[in-house]
């Protein structure tokens, strides 16, 4: 029966997860995400390719305010206003997932090219041959910049927020 609440939980309620519970995400978490609250942003920030030309970063729910971490149930995604539509979203998924690097962080990337949200790779890193052109450089290595902002690294998202 838990585990059936919590099923029911993870496709309908992440916000309410109790603290000690893993938030797997899921394609369809991601549906209606051009409705979340979002900002755009244009400026270069270390002129990576994911880091240049216009893009939006949405979120699904604010941090409570006050707080220091993105709460578990978090999504952040990021798309590319280019020709590419790469998009990349960071899940705080909790638990001790990714806890040598981005602790509780699952990144991935995800697609629209097939009509609805679907989740291309997911994991603690891109897999070999993701086709992400990162430079080498992994999620979690360029986000450690963003360590102390719980890995996030956008300027609106800066802990605590309003
Ligand atoms: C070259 C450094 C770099 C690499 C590598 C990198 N990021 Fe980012 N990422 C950034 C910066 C800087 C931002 C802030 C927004 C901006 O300027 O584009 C950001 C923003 C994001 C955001 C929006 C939330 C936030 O942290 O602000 C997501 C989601 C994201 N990145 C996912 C990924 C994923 C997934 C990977 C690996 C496939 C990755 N990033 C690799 C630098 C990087």
């Keep these: 029966m838990r585990a059936l609440l919590l099923t029911l939980c ?5 916000a309410d997860l109790p603290a000690d519970a893993e938030f797997v995400v899921q394609d369809s978490d991601f549906t209606g995400l051009e409705a979340w609250q979002s900002w755009p942003i244009t400026a270069t920030a270390l002129g990576a390719f994911h880091t ?3 893009r939006i970063v949405y979120l699904n729910h604010k941090p409570p305010p006050g707080a220091r971490t993105f709460p578990v149930g978090t999504i952040l995604v990021k798309t590319l206003q280019n020709a590419s539509g790469d998009t990349f979203a960071m899940v705080k998924r909790g638990g001790n997932f990714n806890a040598e690097w981005a602790i509780g962080w699952e990144w991935l990337e995800i697609t629209k090219k097939t009509g609805a949200w679907q989740i291309v790779w997911r994991g603690n890193t891109p897999p070999d041959g993701a086709g992400y052109t990162d430079d080498g450089v992994s999620c979690n290595l360029c986000h450690a910049m963003a360590r102390s902002n719980d890995w996030v690294q956008s300027k609106v998202l800066q802990l605590p927020m309003p």
């Design 52 to 54: 240049t030309g216009p």
């Design 10 to 14: 993870l496709t309908a309620c992440a």
